[in-house]
């Protein structure tokens, strides 16, 4: 069986761990350090294990058209595109201070790199891992760039065919194997429909050597759960403190409460899915013997009585014997005097339980 396993930021990930969960923040911060800060200790609170940002050098990354155009949307904070963009980013001193802030309280600060100047950016400010966006799949010499740093990548494929997805894996594998694919659908957000989450199984069979994730951009939380049901051992959440804020990602990402609730019922259904190893539970057996039943008499039985069908009732608690060995009875010779509603013991007919469990067998 293939070892599919990561260590990011010294937290490993494999079929055998709890869910990674990345509290993608984005540009919900809205350019505000202090926010930005609140929303790491949010996240961190609620159980994820890292937050991620993302990384433009808008510039070097649009067109002088794209960048200057008119942005008209209510969800501007300028009158230009790149003026919009530039608003969001934050300089070299404030990623060093949140940074120092996700490092002093304990959780993994990553991002995503938009092009090859945010990408030496980030290597710059030594950051433990990188994300590749689903709209860069096709960017391969971006991404083999990035892959020669040598840190975990995390390459998100929504929009992508499998030949797209193939093709990255087939050039990133021999440079960097420290890689996870995520399924994704690049709606914001996506319909249910257009979900896919059994796309996990397929990664999982055609990728064997690496963990698989799920870049969610529903709203909810339920559909993790599938996502980890369907093999996916890493999730990415878009996370805020307001869905109300500014900004196209605020209405569908989770807040500090969903977070909270998404990585307690993760862990909670990796215990309970438990080793496929059927047992009982000491938590069981009070249970089950007030539901349960014994072999009872019917009425006053003499010694020497031969135990008829109609001798036997079968009655709660189910402190005695079990009804399966009700045919072992039938026919047998009391030994002693059974009372009215009295419990059958195997002494009553002269076996032994090991004998009675034998004649099951016969």
Known sequence: MANREMVVDGIKISDNDDMYVIAEIGQ?????????KDLFDAAKAAGAHSVK???????????????????????????????????LEFDRDEWIELRDHAKKIGITLFSTAWDYKSADFLEDLDMPAYKIASGDLKTLPQIKYIAKFGKPMFISTGGASIEDVQRVYDEIMPINPNICIMQCTSGYPPTFEELN??????????????????????????????????????????????????????????????????????????????????????????????????????????????ITEADIALKSPGDGIAPYFQDVFVGKTLTKAVADDQAFTFEDIGLTEAAANEALKA
């Open 197 to 306: 989450i059994r796309v996990i199984e397929t990664y999982r069979e055609k990728f064997p050597e690496i963990p698989i994730g799920f870049s969610s951009h529903d709203s909810g939380i339920a559909m993790a759960m599938l996502g980890y049901m369907c093999g996916a051992r890493v999730l990415e959440k878009h996370f805020t403190l307001n869905r109300a804020w500014k900004g196209t990602d605020q209405a569908f990402s989770l807040e500090p409460n969903g977070l909270r609730r998404l990585v307690r019922d993760l862990q909670r259904a990796r215990a309970a899915l438990g080793d496929g190893v059927k047992r009982t539970y000491d938590s069981e057996h009070a249970p089950l013997i007030k539901m349960g039943k014994k072999l009872c008499a019917t009425s006053d039985l003499p010694a020497g009585h031969t």
């Open 28 to 36: 919900n911060h809205e350019g505000d350090v202090q926010k930005c």
């Open 53 to 87: 940002l993302q990384k433009r050098d808008n510039r070097s990354l649009y067109t002088k058209e794209y960048y200057n155009q008119p942005y008209n949307s209510e969800n501007a904070y300028a009158a230009t595109y790149g003026a919009h963009r530039e608003m």
